[in-house]
């Protein structure tokens, strides 16, 4: 019993050992696991923040832009309205114009007609200054045959007073 004693205490022995070097192998491996999974995890942790940074980043250009296009939005609605107004005015710009241009055209038609009879006055006028003129000439050549008549004594009548059947001799200078 003895020897099964010594037997058993030396297999105690080994075993032990064998337990301490499997503890020491399992305390080595769970140090390594432990401390790959501590790295693991603070790679997760630093690849997380930065992800969240990232989003942060993502959330705050994605804001920006939204408030970029909602001021590109308003900005075209305001030159849009100002592109209607616009047009509005240049169509009572055009409409005006056109009037005016009408007007422009009654205008010159008015003194296109104007001008017209002012000439046909002109020709009417320069026709009774031509007659008047002819008269005048008459008249003064009838006077001075008139002159003659009497200076000479004879009986001068005008042609006139022939159809009247009156004689000029009767009559003075400032009578005809």
Do not use: H, P, W
């Not at 056109?98 to 006028?125: C, G, H, P, V, W």
């Amino acid at each position: 019993m003895e020897a099964d004693r010594l037997t058993f205490e030396r297999q105690t022995r080994e075993l032990q050992a064998k337990l301490e070097e499997v503890e020491s192998v399992v305390k080595a491996k769970q140090g390594a696991a432990i401390t790959s999974l501590q790295n693991k995890i603070a790679s997760l942790e630093e690849q997380l923040d930065n992800e969240s940074k990232e989003k942060q980043n993502l959330s705050k250009n994605s804001r920006r832009s939204d408030r970029k296009i909602k001021e590109l939005t308003l900005q075209i609605e305001d030159e849009r309205r100002q592109c209607e107004q616009y047009k509005d005015q240049m169509e009572k710009a055009n409409s005006r114009m056109k009037t005016l241009k009408r007007q422009i055209d009654q205008n010159f038609d008015e003194m296109s007609a104007a001008n017209a009879a002012k000439r046909k006055l002109q020709r009417e006028l320069d026709e009774q200054i031509e007659t008047n003129d002819s008269l005048q000439r008459e008249n003064n050549t009838l006077k001075q045959r008139q002159r003659r008549g009497f200076s000479t004594g004879g009986n001068f009548r005008s042609k006139g007073s022939r159809e009247r059947g009156t004689e000029n001799d009767d009559l003075s200078d400032e009578e005809l």
